[in-house]
């Protein structure tokens, strides 16, 4: 088939967007998750391999609508999907992306003259600052990640960096530099023997992170309390970060994945970390993912809690934050943010070519892209964030994560009262659990029998969705409120009938 003009004009045009949109609406009316059949029939409509010819446009739109499409979840349409931590995809970041995919802008080089998309990148940064309550000053150097596993990346990479350089510092040496030297010998120049990364439960990416790094993830560490393994446990840290042959990277986990709950609980905590990790020259990296959010919270009596959970966080080296989680942005999209210009650039930089260099540049305080992350060309995932703050503010954020924490609330206190589940961690009393939830809830099932295919048998109903994980040796649900159209009232009406049907089959 031949590609020309007619394709892309029908691609571009308000028809298809709103075909599409009606299509996304309505296959999930039934359930979540879609049928064997439909998935069973997508698979089979497949093809073996290219076919010289092409079926042509229309055909093809025709087979993704009607084939692949039914054989997708409906994880961020569907407001009672709790898997992960999905998020939505908010309406003005739905228009942007479909934007930037018509427009398909390559946000690599900061070319002022040619496009406004790295300036846009840019004052998008700059808003989320904001909406995080985080200072401008301290916090212009950052970039946008294909997620928070690439963030976690870009944070450890710059953490390697600048505790290499500080060992190398006491050994003699002024300015080494992993991404110059590579780590063999940037680490033997500096006399030391690895880089070694201390967490509470850290999200599973960080160990990722540290393995492609060449860190390694035998080198993540828990240094956990004894009897709260949520915490830092500071006399266990600091023997660590005394060890001389060893560069650190302490890392907070600002909301651990299973429970939601911080790994500080207010400012002084992060005050004692900052001190202990300058005395020994380690930096602090936080994985924010979702719990960055909270700061967007007023420091009411209502979310005090969490809102001082995230004070102190400024004092950090690096931060890790989503966008595709409680951003309710498309996929892909992440943040990363530094309170140090240089060290990102002295990882990533794109050196020696002479045909990417931004010339005489009239804002030379917007860095390439390409000099600071991964990737050289990039997506224009900067646009929908943008235009999601621009539409809905500081306000329409917090009124989100405020029903969404209500309604996790609500659900808690519930499922506390039940007498056939379990909130965890089991060592919070309703009272700690009603200031302490976040917008997930980590819960199981007292009975080992209802407790196995908990998971399975909620997932089974089609009305909602969880996560299957485990706590402390023993398997355990996860409800994730991450999406803009949560609704306190519908919402924990669906839930409370969907446990406690399951909970009354197993008694009969
Ligand atoms: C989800 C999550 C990640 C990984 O994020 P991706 O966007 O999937 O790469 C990292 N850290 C935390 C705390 C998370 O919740």
Not at 202 to 217: D, E, N, Y
Request: charged share 20%; net charge negative; hydrophobic share 40%.
């Amino acid at each position: 088939m031949e590609l020309n003009d007619i394709d892309a004009a029908s691609v571009t045009h308000g028809q298809l967007q709103k075909e599409l949109w009606r299509t996304a609406q309505s296959p999930w009316k039934s359930g979540i998750l879609p049928s064997a059949e439909s998935l069973a029939r997508a698979r089979a409509s497949l093809p073996a391999h290219l076919s010289q010819e092409g079926i042509g446009f229309e055909a093809s739109k025709n087979h993704v609508l009607t084939d692949i499409v039914p054989a997708f979840n409906g994880s961020s349409i569907c407001p009672n999907y709790y898997g992960f931590i999905t998020g939505g995809v908010t309406p003005a970041a739905l228009f942007a992306d479909n934007v930037v995919s018509t427009y398909d802008q390559n946000v690599q080089v900061h070319l002022p003259e040619h496009s406004i998309s790295t300036d846009v990148e840019s004052c998008a940064l700059g808003l989320l600052v904001d909406l995080l309550d985080l200072e401008r000053g301290n916090w212009h150097h950052g970039t946008f990640t294909t997620g928070a596993t690439a963030s976690n990346i870009l944070g450890l990479a710059c953490g390697r960096e600048y505790a290499i350089r500080l060992a190398g510092m006491k050994n003699g040496h002024s300015a080494l530099s992993v991404g110059d030297l590579g780590l063999f010998e940037a680490m033997q120049a500096a006399g030391i023997s690895g880089v070694q990364v201390l967490s509470t439960l850290p999200h599973s990416s960080l160990a990722k992170a540290a393995g492609v790094l060449g860190i390694g993830r035998s080198n993540v560490k828990n240094v956990c309390q004894e009897e709260n393994p949520l915490k830092f446990d500071l006399a266990r840290l600091e023997s660590e970060l005394q060890k001389s042959d060893k560069a650190t990277i302490v890392a907070v986990s600002c909301g651990e994945v299973n429970t939601g709950h911080f790994a500080t609980s207010r400012k002084e905590d992060m005050q004692a970390l900052r001190q202990l990790c300058d005395k020994y020259g380690a930096w602090i990296h936080v994985d924010g993912a979702f719990g960055i959010f909270g700061r967007v919270l007023e420091n009411s009596a209502e979310f005090a809690s969490i809102r001082k959970s995230c004070d102190g966080i400024e004092l950090a080296d690096s931060i890790t934050g989503d966008g595709h989680k409680l951003l309710n942005v498309p996929y892909d999209c992440g943040f990363f943010l530094c309170r140090h210009g240089d060290e990102a650039n002295n990882v990533f930089q794109n050196a020696n070519a002479a045909y990417l260099t931004a010339g005489n540049s009239a804002q030379p305080s917007i860095p390439s892209p390409l000099n600071i992350g991964i990737e050289n060309s990039r997506r224009f995932r900067a646009l929908p964030v943008y235009t999601t703050l621009v539409a809905y503010g500081k306000t329409g954020y917090r009124g989100v994560l405020e029903r969404q924490i209500r309604l996790a609330r609500m659900v808690a206190a519930w499922l506390f009262d039940h007498p056939a589940y379990n909130v965890l961690p089991e060592s919070l009393s309703k009272e700690q659990l009603s200031e302490q939830t976040y917008m997930s809830v980590l819960f199981s099932a007292k009975e080992d029998e209802l407790n196995k295919y908990l998971a399975k048998n909620i997932n089974d109903t089609a009305k909602m969705f969880v996560s299957g994980t485990s706590w402390q040796g023993r398997s355990a649900c996860r409800i994730a409120i991450s999406n803009w159209r949560v609704n306190e009232v519908r919402d924990f009406a669906i839930i409370t009938a969907v446990l406690d049907a399951i909970a009354g089959n197993a008694q009969n």
